[in-house]
């Protein structure tokens, strides 16, 4: 199972990575009167968009991913969910990131292009608190081997996270919550 993720503000929010039903994450905003405004993918893999048509169906919001990752969700082999018993593709249209700063109403968030696990992986930078996706984990990082990976952009895109800020707090795509200096010092990839 996938980690997904709401950023909240002044009864607005951000989804990332929606990658099941969400129900509870329905109710949570239904219940506390909370705006969905928009979803952003990290990446275009299955267990991160499978709940994105759900959420666009209820509450019209548009969805954002790096533009060489569109491919990959209008694909079932390509996002892999011909893994699963039900291979999907998502039908929503999509608006494409800008490398750099971001703005979608009142949130500002940084786009750090972070190839490796897909072409079109990327990391959302929110104030001190970075969205990995599936490309550092704790104490770990996201395979390469599955459709557009590649292991030389997960290199470079590691040398490009050990230039950022050290404090950021890490939510990856799978697993726990870590600091971006804890895995500069204790994870084997860096």
């Known amino acids: 199972m996938a980690n997904a993720y709401l950023i909240i503000k002044d009864n607005h929010a951000l989804l990332i990575d929606p990658g099941g039903s969400g129900a509870k994450v329905v109710s949570y905003l239904e219940d506390n009167n909370i705006e969905l405004k928009a979803i952003l993918l990290t990446h275009g893999h299955f267990d991160h968009i499978a709940g994105v048509d759900k959420f666009v169906k209820k509450f019209g919001c548009p969805v954002y991913i790096d533009e060489e990752d569109e491919k990959l969700v209008k694909s079932q082999a390509l996002n892999c969910s011909t893994m699963t018993q039900k291979p999907f593709v998502l039908k929503t249209p999509f608006i494409h990131y800008q490398i750099g700063e971001n703005n979608i109403d009142e949130f500002t968030?940084?786009?750090?292009?972070?190839?490796?696990?897909?072409?079109?992986?990327?990391?959302?930078?929110?104030?001190?608190?970075?969205?990995?996706?599936?490309?550092?984990?704790?104490?770990?990082?996201g395979r390469c081997d599955l459709p557009s990976g590649s292991n030389s952009q997960m290199h470079q895109s590691i040398q490009k996270i050990k230039q950022l800020n050290a404090s950021y707090i890490v939510y990856p795509g799978h697993g726990d919550t870590t600091t971006l200096q804890d895995e500069l010092n204790y994870n084997p990839y860096f």
């Open 109 to 141: 968030f940084e786009v750090i292009d972070a190839p490796g696990h897909t072409s079109g992986s990327v990391l959302l930078g929110f104030e001190e608190h970075l969205f990995t996706g599936d490309v550092v984990f704790k104490q770990g990082i």
